[in-house]
């Protein structure tokens, strides 16, 4: 009993999860995609999601930040009810990398990444140099410092995926949400991204949670593995428990074989 009176005094003084949901349960018409899901990203920590199209990833995001409604269950943001945030409150602390953007509209690659700003900005006010020069220093993490005036529609894919990473930066929320982080990105930018982006999250006390198809990113990257199996099912836990080939061939519906090597392991269809 004394060992657990002086845990819970520890975790009185711990920060509240970053994310966290109870008996979270989706549906999208007659299918469920999955039921009961309690999962929770602390301080620091990343979650990947994985599992066949349809699955549920980006629904899973689009819920957690409140852009569809759930079946039933409760999320928290910071120790706090989703719905008990106003926009603006959830639009500093929340940001979503979507997996398709919508950039069509003429603008330089700065003007698209002080939009990250925005969130942050009083009523009528214009942004400022520290506006600016977050901005700036986003840009410059995705190595588009020499574009800052060029038109986004003039840009390549992989390029307005950076400039894209470069406006959540720029936002500074608490919580990471990514959608296919890799789209339209070579080997070297997907590395270098996340590997900002994981930076922030460890150093600063924030979460990340990302939906991709691409295993070995979710195996590099994430602490742990929400892997959705079909049919409301899924798998939860940390990283090296859940990456499995027996796990990913089941969720995936083919084989999945694993090498290890002294850095970690490679997945790949069998």
Not at 79 to 101: C, D, H, K, P, V
Not at 151 to 177: F, H, K, N
């Amino acid at each position: 009993m004394a060992g657990n009176s002086m845990n819970n005094s520890k975790d009185d003084t711990r920060k509240p999860p970053v994310l966290q949901t109870r008996a979270l349960s989706i549906t999208m018409g007659a299918r469920e995609l999955f039921r009961d899901l309690n999962l929770t990203i602390e301080a620091g920590q990343c979650l990947g999601v994985l599992g066949q199209n349809g699955t549920g990833k980006t629904s899973l995001l689009h819920t957690l930040i409140n852009l569809r409604p759930s079946d039933s269950g409760a999320i928290m943001i910071l120790g706090r009810e989703l719905n008990a945030w106003s926009r603006r409150e959830l639009a500093t602390r929340l940001g979503i990398l979507f997996q398709s953007g919508n950039d069509d509209m003429p603008a330089t690659v700065m003007e698209t990444a002080l939009l990250g700003r925005h969130p942050h900005l009083a009523r009528w006010r214009w942004e400022n140099a520290e506006d600016v020069a977050q901005a700036h220093a986003a840009l410059t993490a995705m190595q588009l410092d020499g574009l800052v005036e060029r038109d986004i529609t003039t840009l390549s894919g992989g390029e307005r995926q950076r400039v894209a990473i470069a406006t959540l930066l720029a936002q500074r929320p608490q919580l990471y949400l990514l959608d296919e982080p890799g789209n339209h990105l070579d080997i070297a930018f997907q590395i270098r991204s996340l590997d900002v982006i994981r930076q922030r999250v460890v150093t600063e006390g924030l979460g990340l949670c990302m939906a991709t198809h691409d295993i070995n990113l979710a195996a590099r990257f994430c602490d742990q593995i929400l892997l959705l199996t079909g049919d409301g099912e899924f798998l939860l836990g940390a990283t090296h428990v859940i990456l499995t080939p027996e796990n990913l061939s089941r969720a995936y519906g083919c084989d999945i074989r694993q090498v290890t090597y002294e850095g970690g392991s490679v997945f790949f269809p069998g």
